[in-house]
């Protein structure tokens, strides 16, 4: 029932459009009600044996063309405008799972195949624009017709019309339990198809790996298992389709039968007239077409069912991390950041990934923070936009908790710049203007500038906007870099997280990059995730952090001295950098 709630609610901002649409189809059926007794007077009164009542031929003719004006038009409204509607309420179902998706967690995404999602926000919705559409179209002109030859051929033979309607409601049980098997079967191509979309975004956005290690035919081996999973359940489903509606052909026969065996019997005792027995058969027709919409509608439902369901089940997942009733909107962040007694697991009853974490970082500190790997440094990191929800303890900006902050406000503040830097298809000056929507070319150019990114840019063919492909792919490492650091010049936050940003890099690349870090990192307060520990001696404090939480921390002189696990770390990548 909430589902079906929910799916009314989406006619509301078309419900002139839907009430219209309805008028439209029962009047067009209506007018197909009317054919068959048009031609039951022409048979019985305009034709006889002294001739053809020519006026009565030509007022009939008259009503005919009248009706089929009628029709058409009707036809034509429920055809355009009713599709149409269905097409905004299916975009309108895609803008809200859309938005649904991009608010839940990270947590969510991490367990999540993309395929599967493109699916439910794409194909799925296919089938529910239909269902909004033809859903209730269908069933008025069903009911409509159904009811109106019913009172219609009882007023002419009670005992041939009881002969239909005894068979129709088998008929509709029929439907009705083959309709529910073509649902499972439908949804279960959906989850197949969905299957199949997620293993070939993973092959593809892998190509270059698949390619390098030459693995073409594992990829091509669980395309094929993919693809033989949903051949087998398309079968089925053809299996159960054909069942379907050869059973609603050999029903359509045996009324017609029944029709013709019971009237013959009928006219040999004159309780029927031939002319009666035409008309009752031009309604059976003007009865099987709403039968094989309610069959039609019973597919649309079970396909949109299956739909709705699937799109529900994701709308249903709630958002572990969102804005409390009484958060607040954060402004003049000064950037002081303390975490108290944090800890952190990914799943309840898994191990803590962080545990009694206590740090104060000041407003424009520069901390760096490094371990082993799987010690947590980035997920200490993704804390502070919450991205990740603390499991315990509390971490502030400020003073303030950020669970009492706005999320929008929250991350509005800090700027990230990763290792595997995410540049969205589009133009140099688009993905620059991801940082700040809305500003201005001048504003753009000195974010590169500063970024050291404007040289490389005003060689390229187009300057600000070259085109760079999927993920930046015709750029450098480097290059990609620095335009991820001008993004975040241009958002200008007072908080900055750098997650081994440098290690993927050259010498040459990492030098200039670096220095475009120093700049962005003037008066901010800074977490580095240092992989190279080079890139960190001149840090105010660095953390080394460990299984058990924080194990050391202080400058790189003054750690060194310790002759602890930093010291450690930093005698391991010297010599390494020193073997001949």
């Given at each position: 029932m909430n589902n079906l709630g929910k799916f009314l609610s989406y006619y509301k901002p078309?419900?002139?459009?839907?009430?219209?649409?309805?008028?439209?189809?029962?009047?067009?059926?209506?007018?197909?009600?009317?054919?068959?007794?048009?031609?039951?007077?022409i048979t019985t009164k305009a034709i006889?044996?002294?001739?053809?009542?020519?006026?009565?031929?030509?007022?009939?003719?008259?009503?005919?063309?009248?009706?089929?004006?009628v029709e058409y038009a009707s036809n034509f409204y429920t055809d355009y405008f009713g599709h149409v509607m269905g097409a905004r309420m299916e975009s309108d179902m895609r803008s809200d799972l859309f938005q649904h998706v991009q608010k839940l967690s990270f947590n969510y995404h991490d367990n999540t195949r993309t395929g599967q999602l493109m699916s439910?926000?794409?194909?799925?919705?296919?089938?529910?624009?239909?269902?909004?559409?033809?859903?209730?179209?269908?069933?008025?002109?069903?009911?409509?017709?159904?009811?109106?030859?019913?009172?219609?051929?009882?007023?002419?033979?009670?005992?041939?019309?009881?002969?239909?309607?005894?068979?129709?409601?088998?008929?509709?049980?029929?439907?009705?339990?083959?309709?529910?098997?073509?649902?499972?079967?439908?949804?279960?191509?959906?989850?197949?198809?969905?299957?199949?979309?997620?293993?070939?975004?993973?092959s593809l956005a892998g190509i270059r790996v698949v390619q390098a290690f030459a693995n073409e035919e594992i990829e091509m081996d669980k395309f094929r298992s993919s693809s033989s999973r949903f051949l087998e359940s398309r079968k089925n489903t053809y299996w159960v389709e054909a069942l379907f509606f050869n059973g609603l052909t050999g029903f359509t026969a045996f009324i017609n039968i029944s029709v013709v065996i019971v009237g013959a019997v009928l006219i040999s005792y004159h309780q029927l007239l031939v002319t009666e027995l035409l008309t009752f058969l031009l309604y059976i027709n003007t009865l099987i077409d709403p039968v094989k919409r309610l069959v039609n509608f019973t597919q649309n439902l079970q396909n949109g069912v299956a739909g709705f369901e699937r799109f529900m089940e994701i709308l249903n997942i709630e958002p572990d991390i969102a804005d409390a009733p009484d958060a607040l909107v954060s402004s003049r962040v000064k950037g002081k950041v303390e975490f108290i007694n944090v800890g952190f697991q990914y799943a309840v009853g898994s191990h803590y990934v962080l545990s009694r974490i206590?740090?104060?970082?000041?407003?424009?500190?520069?901390?760096?923070?490094?371990?082993?790997?799987?010690?947590?440094?980035?997920?200490?990191?993704?804390?502070?936009?919450?991205?990740?929800?603390?499991?315990?303890?509390?971490?502030?900006?400020?003073?303030?908790?950020?669970?009492?902050?706005?999320l929008k406000s929250l991350r509005d503040q800090i700027g990230i710049v990763q290792q595997d830097v995410y540049l969205f298809s589009g133009t140099i000056k688009e993905n620059i203007l991801y940082g700040k929507p809305g500003a201005t070319d001048e504003d753009v150019i000195e974010a590169a500038k500063h970024a050291n990114a404007h040289k490389f840019i005003m060689e390229l063919p187009d300057g600000y906007d070259t085109y760079?492909?999927?993920?930046?792919?015709?750029?450098?490492?480097?290059?990609?870099?620095?335009?991820?650091?001008?993004?975040?010049?241009?958002?200008?936050?007072?908080?900055?997280?750098?997650?081994?940003?440098?290690?993927?890099?050259?010498?040459?690349?990492?030098?200039?990059?670096?220095?475009?870090?120093?700049?962005?990192?003037?008066?901010?307060?800074?977490?580095?995730?240092?992989?190279?520990l080079s890139t960190i001696r001149s840090a105010d404090r660095i953390i080394v952090l460990s299984g058990q939480g924080i194990a050391e921390e202080g400058t790189h002189v003054k750690l060194l001295e310790s002759n602890g696990i930093y010291a450690k770390f930093y005698r391991m990548q010297y010599d390494q950098a020193n073997v001949p």
């Open positions: 078309y419900r002139k459009v839907l009430f219209a649409d309805l008028f439209f189809a029962s009047l067009a059926s209506i007018t197909v009600l009317a054919y068959p007794l048009l031609i039951n007077q006889s044996d002294e001739g053809i009542a020519t006026e009565l031929v030509i007022k009939m003719a008259g009503i005919f063309l009248l009706l089929m004006i439910r926000i794409t194909t799925d919705l296919f089938d529910i624009s239909e269902l909004a559409h033809h859903g209730p179209e269908d069933t008025v002109i069903s009911l409509v017709r159904i009811a109106g030859s019913f009172c219609i051929l009882l007023s002419i033979n009670w005992p041939l019309t009881l002969t239909i309607f005894l068979i129709l409601p088998i008929m509709l049980i029929f439907a009705y339990h083959y309709s529910v098997k073509m649902k499972h079967a439908l949804k279960k191509n959906k989850e197949r198809i969905a299957d199949i979309n997620s293993q070939i975004e993973d206590n740090l104060k970082v000041n407003p424009g500190e520069y901390v760096a923070l490094v371990g082993s790997s799987g010690v947590g440094k980035t997920t200490l990191c993704s804390l502070i936009p919450r991205f990740y929800e603390t499991s315990e303890g509390t971490i502030e900006i400020d003073g303030t908790d950020i669970k009492k902050i706005k760079i492909g999927q993920r930046g792919i015709k750029l450098s490492g480097g290059q990609k870099q620095r335009i991820s650091i001008a993004r975040v010049f241009l958002k200008n936050p007072p908080i900055l997280i750098f997650d081994e940003a440098t290690s993927a890099l050259d010498n040459e690349s990492e030098r200039v990059v670096q220095e475009s870090f120093d700049k962005l990192a003037k008066n901010r307060t800074t977490f580095v995730i240092a992989h190279r």
